[in-house]
DNA sequence: TATTTTTGTTCTACTTTAGTTCTTTTTTGG
DNA sequence: CCAAAAAAGAACTAAAGTAGAACAAAAATA
């Protein structure tokens, strides 16, 4: 039967022609094969019409016509489908995106936005997590930058060190290092322009530890 | 199949003679389609009797017959399909993990490797991408720390600023900002301790600009 | 019927877009 | 490792698109 290229071809020229009424060029459809010159496109076309797949008008500028479509996919394209769709049910989760972090409003307050923050399945494994843009620049100093995406795990506890979502007097939360000292907790920030902020444990709200980050450049 | 401009005008004929009861004549269809000589409607209803989607009668004004349309999927029915490609859109993609960057290797020859990095597909559109871990210090200033993940965008061309993969004479590949001064070339880490290294152009390859960046906190 | 107006046809010239052909390079499978 | 197939790339040729003008045939109308 055909090609897996040869069946791509086809099923896209059938497809853009019956959305816009008119046929692809050659150029269009070597970028929507995925090939690199026209020379290719040209030898799968031939292919086809050799196979009576599709006509054409020789030396007319798109002037194909789908005569008919396989019955059959080449295995290699179904397989390329199931990865596909192995990918969309498995890789993929999305967690939510709560906004930004900095002072003010708590974690919880802006949770009923619908933002999502797609990331590898990996990454979210065993917990429940969010996502929130960073503001600011307290924590520059481990490469925490302003704009970066962090990717929290919900938490009510931490341990010593950890860089946490704290939320203080139920209405600033904010992302720092955390230690606790006795019955006060101190709030670490990671930039010498900041302060330590040393508070009384009943203050600070764990809100999440930091599990990863992610940053775009451009 | 046609041509944009063949489809176009086949439906503006199909159209007003539904509307208006009579085929509307070359100045019109001249001022439909957009051009400013009746020559190329001539040249279009030529084409389009060729294809068998007009009859006409010769040297009669008005006398054209619309054979047939190009038979398209309903717009319910594609705008469908387009929402099922969106959900794509949020997949995961696989791309190559080239392994660490840093001093000692070019990134070809270690290309081998079938390690793979998931990402959201937003992150790799467009493109041809590749992941690599971070390995040192020298980029610390701007965030970018031991361990982390970059993901690289290829490219043999940067602009000033952009942060490269850079190959120093085919054997070296380093993280770096680039700049470019006449026939030299800068690649400017992002650390106090480290020097900025000056060297002809000749001698340094881009092999991709950072795009973004992964890092996971156990 | 004669005349005017509308409309279609033809031609030339030029630019852009598209299809074809051929050679070289890369990839693939035995 | 080699041969065959696939792909890339460049060069070339043809068609499509654009415009303008001139003209011929048909339609309208006086």
Redesign the pocket.
């Given at each position: 039967m055909l090609?897996p290229?040869q069946y791509k071809l086809l099923m896209f020229i059938n497809k853009t022609t019956k959305e816009t009424g008119c046929?692809?060029?050659?150029?269009?459809?070597?970028d929507a094969v995925?090939?690199?010159?026209?020379?290719?496109?040209?030898?799968?076309?031939?292919a086809l019409v050799e196979r009576n797949f599709l006509r054409?008008?020789?030396?007319?500028?798109?002037?194909?016509e789908v005569v008919r479509l396989p019955k059959l996919k080449p295995s290699a394209v179904i397989a390329e489908e199931k990865k596909k769709e192995d990918a969309l049910l498995n890789a993929m989760v999305e967690i939510p995106l709560y906004g930004y972090i900095a002072a003010g409003t708590p974690i919880e307050a802006i949770a009923n936005e619908n933002d999502k923050f797609s990331v590898p399945y990996e990454m979210v494994r065993g917990g429940q997590y969010y996502a929130l843009k960073v503001e600011g620049d307290s924590m520059e100093g481990i490469g925490i930058l302003n704009g970066d995406t962090v990717i929290i795990k919900k938490a009510d506890t931490a341990q010593n060190g950890d860089i946490v979502v704290a939320l203080v007097d139920n209405c600033e939360a904010t992302l720092k290092q955390i230690k606790k000292e006795g019955p006060e907790v101190l709030l670490i920030p990671k930039n010498d322009s900041y302060e330590v902020r040393r508070l009384p444990a009943s203050r600070v709200k764990v809100q999440g530890i930091l599990s990863s980050l992610v940053r775009s450049y451009h």
């Open positions: 090609t290229k046929c692809p060029s050659f150029d269009e459809m070597k995925g090939l690199k010159s026209k020379s290719g496109i040209y030898a799968l076309i031939e054409k008008l020789p030396h007319k500028a798109r002037a194909l």
